[in-house]
């Protein structure tokens, strides 16, 4: 939130399931079109990485679509790596959370 604008949403996954594995991973996070491309994404992540170190997640698993490249920007901008392409077809990357 931006006062009472809403900028996007997060969610942390705190155990992953197969689904979660294959579509999702342990962060997924959404920001509304028009406050897109004003780092927003990139210091939400940030934070719920801050979150996800102090509930003892080491790495983090995020998942994006091949042709995502403004997420695929944002998840290397906080030290992702990408691990591989699941069965379904999505970018697997690891976060360090600092643990």
């Known amino acids: 939130m931006d006062g009472n604008r809403y900028l996007g949403r997060v969610r942390l996954n705190l155990e992953l399931n197969d689904e979660l594995r294959e579509f999702g991973g342990h962060i997924g996070y959404d920001i509304r079109p028009s406050a897109r491309g004003q ?5 939400l992540l940030a934070a719920t990485l801050q979150l996800a170190r102090g509930l003892g997640i080491p790495t983090a698993l995020l998942t ?3 042709e995502n490249t403004a997420s695929r920007r944002v998840i290397e901008r906080n030290g992702g790596v990408l691990s591989d392409v699941s069965p ?6 690891w976060c360090p959370t600092g643990c």
């Open 88 to 93: 379904a077809g999505r970018l697997r990357f």
């Open 39 to 43: 780092g927003h994404a990139t210091a």
């Open 64 to 66: 994006c679509a091949p």
